[in-house]
């Protein structure tokens, strides 16, 4: 089991830094199907500013977390601190990091506008950093043609299979979706967080922290972008989503490019509504499927929104069309 497991490893990492716990002081965050534990460490019920992390070798990009927040951090972007690592062996491993609070961008759904609008540009400045770095310690394989197409297809399995019952196939031998994943993939490429929605932004004193960063791979900006714009977890409505592009447009200081940014919050959501409902169906966890009629109506929304002009276009309305 990975959860006590991942404990006992935590727990033995504080020890060797030199905070004394127990198993019992440690509160489950999260663990997940990733083969990721983590954990809040409370001494005696007192939070003592550290999060462990355990992992294992489950998802390829688990051991990146390190090197990734490290170099981050090295480069000038908002990430937690690594306090202790140590490697467990096979691809496993555990380490100590700064605990950035309970505050998750999420949490503030329901804020004043004024409080949320700040953190989301918060968030924004903190990935123009990130998107501006060039790193120097290994990424994930980055976004190409392929990676464009295994979205669509787990889209076309899960979501369009699975959930609605339509061809896998008959989607998939789509010229449309071919040339959305071949135009995307032939842009120039700047590194991305790769899963750049609420939950993985941490507000401290109304500054945003990047968490869950070990994905990271280069890709494009508007990914990224479109994948905090059109967040089907916050559910924005259109015109809060127009007001995060003009930030956007701010703090990037250029126009954005709606053929790019539409092209991409097609990708990004149509992967977010098969993860949906592969978790969802496959995990027996209900949260998920519950999260597919807010992913359905961004979709149709960015759908809607797809320039004539774009490589996206024929793509968008046969998703109006079927969705």
């Known amino acids: 089991m990975t959860t006590p497991e991942g404990a006992a490893r935590i727990a033995a990492l504080c020890?060797?830094?030199?905070?004394?716990?127990?198993?019992?002081?440690?509160?489950?965050?999260?663990?997940?199907?990733?083969?990721?534990?983590?954990?809040?460490?409370?001494?005696?019920?007192?939070?003592?500013?550290?999060?462990?992390?355990?992992?294992?070798?489950?998802r390829a990009d688990n051991a990146s977390f390190v090197d990734a927040a490290q170099g981050?951090?090295?480069?000038g972007v908002r990430v937690p601190r690594i306090l202790r690592y140590r490697d467990e062996g096979n691809g496993c491993g555990t380490?100590?990091?700064?605990?950035?609070?309970?505050?998750?961008?999420?949490?503030?759904?329901?804020?004043?506008?004024?409080?949320?609008?700040?953190?989301?540009?918060?968030?924004?400045?903190a990935v123009r950093v990130l998107h501006s770095i060039t790193p120097d310690w290994p990424l994930q394989p980055p976004f190409d043609a392929d990676m464009y197409r295994w979205e669509q297809g787990y889209f076309a399995e899960h979501f369009l299979g699975r959930h609605l019952g339509l061809s896998p196939q008959d989607f998939m031998s789509m010229p449309a979706?071919?040339?959305?994943?071949?135009?995307?993939?032939?842009?120039?490429?700047?590194?991305?967080?790769?899963?750049?929605?609420?939950?993985?932004?941490?507000?401290?004193?109304?500054?945003?922290?990047?968490?869950?960063?070990?994905?990271?791979?280069?890709?494009?900006?508007e990914y990224d972008l479109a994948s905090l714009v059109f967040d089907p977890y916050m559910s924005l409505n259109m015109q809060q989503c127009d007001e995060l592009l003009a930030a956007c447009e701010r703090i990037y200081g250029k126009p954005t490019d709606f053929c790019i940014f539409y092209a991409c919050a097609l990708q990004r959501l149509m992967q977010a509504l098969g993860a949906y409902a592969n978790i969802g169906y496959n995990q027996h966890k209900d949260?998920?499927?519950?999260?597919?009629?807010?992913?359905?109506?961004?979709?149709?929304?960015?759908?809607?929104?797809?320039?004539?002009?774009?490589?996206?276009?024929?793509?968008?309305?046969?998703l109006l069309n079927h969705v």
């Not at 609070?101 to 400045?125: H, M, N, P, Q, V």
């Open 95 to 125: 380490c100590l990091v700064e605990d950035m609070g309970k505050t998750d961008l999420l949490g503030l759904k329901e804020a004043l506008s004024d409080i949320r609008f700040s953190a989301y540009c918060s968030a924004i400045e």
């Open 15 to 58: 020890q060797a830094h030199g905070v004394q716990v127990c198993v019992d002081d440690l509160q489950l965050i999260v663990a997940g199907a990733s083969g990721r534990v983590v954990m809040r460490v409370c001494p005696q019920g007192q939070d003592c500013g550290i999060i462990g992390v355990y992992w294992t070798s489950a």
């Open 177 to 221: 979706a071919s040339v959305v994943a071949e135009e995307l993939a032939a842009l120039p490429r700047v590194p991305v967080h790769r899963d750049f929605q609420s939950q993985n932004i941490m507000l401290r004193n109304g500054t945003a922290y990047l968490i869950d960063f070990q994905g990271m791979r280069y890709g494009l900006a």
């Open 72 to 75: 981050l951090a090295r480069m």
């Open 287 to 318: 949260w998920y499927l519950n999260m597919i009629p807010n992913g359905v109506r961004a979709l149709k929304a960015v759908a809607s929104r797809t320039p004539e002009e774009s490589f996206a276009y024929p793509l968008a309305q046969w």
